[in-house]
């Protein structure tokens, strides 16, 4: 039953999410404040599967394939909160973002393409495929963090 719930509300996510990338904020801070919510529910099923990859929690099939059907969707929702005017503000976005948007653009595209593949290999019920892939993702993310947001 949780399953179904956490895919239903991510499906909705991903339903708006077609509508955000259309639409403009009504303030700079609404569109930080979707980011921030974005990378937190990223984080928040990311973060189980990197402690089963890591050994920190055992391993359980079911919870990674849970985790990485999420992690799919949501991956492509905080880059339509990246908006002209949220530079500034709470936020932790660096400048780059802005300036630099075709390496943004190309950081965020490998990070998206990584966590499909998160999300492949958390389905095969196999801890080294979950290891190998949560390995690769995770280096676009740190990639990403190191180039474009501030400590």
Same mark, same amino acid.
């Given at each position: 039953m949780k399953l179904a719930a956490s895919i239903a509300a991510a499906g909705l996510a991903l339903a708006f999410a077609g509508s955000a990338a259309a &639409?403009?904020?009504q303030k700079p801070e609404? /569109?930080?404040k979707y980011r921030r919510a974005a990378f937190t529910v990223l984080g928040a099923h990311f973060g189980p599967l990197g402690a089963m990859a890591n050994g920190r929690i055992p391993f359980d099939a079911?919870?990674?394939a849970h985790h990485g059907e999420v992690v799919a969707v949501v991956a492509s929702l905080p880059w339509h909160g990246f908006v002209a005017g949220s530079d500034k503000g709470d936020t932790? /976005?660096?400048g780059e973002i802005w300036s630099d948007a075709a390496k943004f653009k /190309?950081?965020?595209?490998?990070? &998206?393409a990584e966590m499909q593949k998160l999300a492949a290999a958390s389905k095969t019920g196999n801890l080294d495929?979950?290891?190998a892939a949560f390995a690769t993702a995770g280096g676009t993310c740190k990639s990403c963090h190191d180039d474009f947001r501030r400590d």
């Open positions: &639409q403009s904020f609404d /569109a930080i079911r919870a990674a932790r /976005a660096r /190309a950081s965020s595209d490998r990070m &998206q495929n979950l290891k």
